[in-house]
């Protein structure tokens, strides 16, 4: 089982829905990281975070340390919000390696 | 405002070729850290450095060497490529618990 689970895999939604994307971990963390991959394009850091929410302009991220678990919202979706949304975990301690999870692909149609 | 900059962006190699793939960030980070992706899978860590003369091995360290003689420049060496070494490589830098920048990435082909 892998430390870092995102769901879904897959995600195509058409413009204007509310996205939300999941993220499991079962590691011990000093913070979560909300990442944006463009197609052929290079890794984007939208948050970081270790407890409750954050949000810049449509984009909302929650954590919930008890559970396990982060949340990323996307509101009034957009066909540029097209991408791949990766979850990664920031070990305890140490030099914040991160550990990332498999990513999910988000289509947005217009 | 150049960030971490990868070099080159595409490469093909032949097998049991070496190269180096370049990593310079310009943000006085400590930490850096090298990072392959493969398809459908989350990315891996290869190697980091918490700081100029310090390396140490990730997940994936084997077929790759890594040194950092200033706290600038974080060089991936490859010396004798293989398929299994195919894929896009990032390079990231990070101020301790600071959010990570990352390069555009390097797409690696060996034949």
């Known amino acids: 089982k892998n430390e870092v689970e995102q769901s879904p895999q897959n995600l195509t939604a058409q413009e204007g829905e509310f996205i939300t994307i999941n993220c499991s971990y079962s590691v011990g963390i000093s913070a979560l990281h909300w990442l944006q991959q463009h197609p052929g394009g290079g890794i984007v850091s939208l948050f970081m975070l270790s407890s409750g929410k954050k949000k810049h302009g449509r984009l909302i991220a929650t954590i919930n340390i008890q559970e396990k678990h982060s949340s990323l919202h996307i509101t009034a979706s957009h066909p540029r919000d097209s991408a791949v949304y990766i979850c990664?975990?920031?070990?305890?301690?140490?030099?914040?390696?991160?550990?990332f999870g498999q990513g999910t692909r988000l289509t947005i149609n217009p | 405002n150049a960030g971490v900059t990868q070099t080159p962006k595409f490469r093909i190699l032949k097998i049991g070729q070496s190269m180096t793939l370049q990593c310079t960030q310009d943000?006085?980070?400590?930490?850096m850290y090298w990072y392959r992706q493969d398809p459908g899978m989350g990315l891996k860590l290869i190697y980091y450095?918490?700081?100029?003369?310090?390396?140490d091995k990730g997940e994936v360290p084997n077929g790759y060497n890594v040194s950092r003689s200033t706290t600038e420049d974080f060089p991936l060496r490859l010396e004798l490529a293989a398929p299994s070494q195919t894929s896009v490589y990032f390079c990231?830098?990070?101020?301790?618990?600071?959010?990570?920048?990352f390069g555009q990435g390097t797409r690696l082909t060996v034949v």
């Open positions: 990664a975990v920031s070990e305890r301690q140490g030099a914040q390696k991160l550990v």
């Open positions: 990231a830098s990070s101020e301790n618990t600071r959010q990570a920048f």
């Open positions: 943000m006085n980070h400590n930490y």
């Open positions: 450095s918490v700081g100029a003369g310090i390396t």
